[in-house]
């Protein structure tokens, strides 16, 4: 059976990660090779693609977003927002979304009849859907305020935690919004606010993409084609891996892992798998470092993540399995960054290194303060090392 270091792992994650050397990928193109960037704190996209691509800009990524509309935000795997390539839409909304928008919309149909809004939530929920649908289509990119003044279908508030300190009426109207997202009936327009904040507005999804979206219905096709662009980014990984990744089962998980032919090899006596056609030993790479943001895709890779986080996962993520911002040496975490009142990025090492990694990290730090620009960015999910601040 093929053997994988963790050496070896770690060469693999530098380069299909795109982490060392030069890369001249399309924003599209990296967004298809991880399936997706995870997009939930809306600065994580950028700066996951500032690590990746030189001489990045915020108006490259808002261009791919809401001009060229060569990518997407759309709710999906965990029920996590991502940035998708639109020639992988289909897939995604069929092997992931699809899963979430059933599990949404049963939550909200069983919120809508609880709260006394109707008595029955399938029929609110339909009527709601269609008002949204049509005023879209007649009024172009709307935001959810005004959508929720302009449709009477949206009225209603809940409450999300009743005799909590964080319940209380909310309104009704944004979780019809997801739903029509997750289930590809709409997606996230243009934003309202800056690169690190989000205030969409909501567009027909045939409107913003065209009609001649191709569709994907084959569930089967969907996952095969998601899991084997997945696993040759992120192979060798586990079944559990593929599980947690996908918020699928492991039934689902092992079934995706025979569809796309993946072979059995040794993670260090655990069971992990391959693509059959991705066995050839991977050299070894040269000396690097890189700085993510929180929730970066290559942070949030794996479930089995002692191969490339060590002792560490108190300190970088925290209890719900968020990661912060991280600071990375040669395929391994070493501590974390953050920035200071004057917006100079600051390293938060927890491992001592020798003088050179030390060095590239504290370049890598000056560039990423240079980029910013005085901008703070402020993860939405700190890790306890995040929130330690600087010194």
Not at 20 to 38: C, K, M, N, Y
Not at 365 to 385: H, I, K, M, N, Y
Request: aromatic share 8%; with cysteine; proline share 6%.
């Amino acid at each position: 059976m093929r053997a994988f270091s963790i050496e070896e792992r770690r060469d693999r994650l530098a380069r299909r990660h795109l982490l060392t050397g030069p890369s001249d990928v399309p924003i599209a193109e990296v967004a298809s090779r991880f399936v997706g960037l995870h997009a939930t704190d809306p600065a994580t996209p950028y700066l996951s693609l500032w690590a990746r691509i030189p001489d990045f800009r915020i108006a490259d990524l808002d261009d791919a977003l809401y001009e060229d509309r060569s990518v997407v935000k759309h709710l999906a795997m965990r029920r996590t927002l991502w940035v998708v390539g639109v020639r992988d839409l289909p897939a995604v909304q069929a092997a992931a979304s699809d899963r979430v928008a059933l599990n949404e919309r049963r939550k909200l149909i069983a919120d809508v009849e609880k709260a006394g809004i109707a008595t029955d939530g399938d029929i609110w929920l339909k009527k709601a859907s269609n008002a949204v649908v049509a005023h879209l289509a007649a009024h172009g990119h709307t935001s959810a305020r005004d959508l929720r003044m302009a449709l009477p279908e949206l009225a209603g508030n809940y409450d999300p935690a009743p005799g909590r300190s964080w319940g209380g009426a909310t309104p009704i109207s944004p979780r019809v919004l997801t739903v029509l997202a997750v289930q590809g009936l709409v997606v996230r327009g243009p934003n309202e606010g800056t690169w690190t904040t989000s205030r969409a507005k909501w567009a027909a999804t045939t409107q913003w993409l065209g009609p001649e979206t191709p569709s994907l219905e084959d569930p089967s096709a969907a996952r095969r084609a998601l899991v084997g662009t997945w696993l040759r980014t992120f192979g060798p990984a586990t079944v559990n891996d593929v599980k947690w990744w996908f918020g699928h089962t492991l039934t689902w998980a092992r079934d995706a892992l025979r569809d796309v032919g993946a072979v059995e090899v040794d993670l260090g006596g655990t069971a992990g798998y391959v693509l059959s056609d991705d066995l050839e030993p991977e050299p070894a790479c040269e000396p690097w470092c890189a700085l993510l943001p929180g929730l970066d895709v290559t942070t949030m890779g794996w479930q089995d993540r002692d191969w490339y986080l060590g002792g560490h996962r108190a300190t970088v993520f925290d209890r719900n399995g968020n990661g912060g911002p991280t600071a990375w040496c040669d395929g391994r975490i070493v501590g974390g960054w953050t920035q200071d009142a004057d917006g100079r990025v600051v390293l938060q090492l927890v491992e001592k290194l020798d003088r050179s990694s030390s060095k590239a990290l504290a370049r890598k730090a000056a560039e990423l303060t240079d980029w910013l620009d005085g901008v703070r960015v402020s993860a939405r999910f700190p890790s306890p090392l995040s929130k330690t601040g600087v010194g």
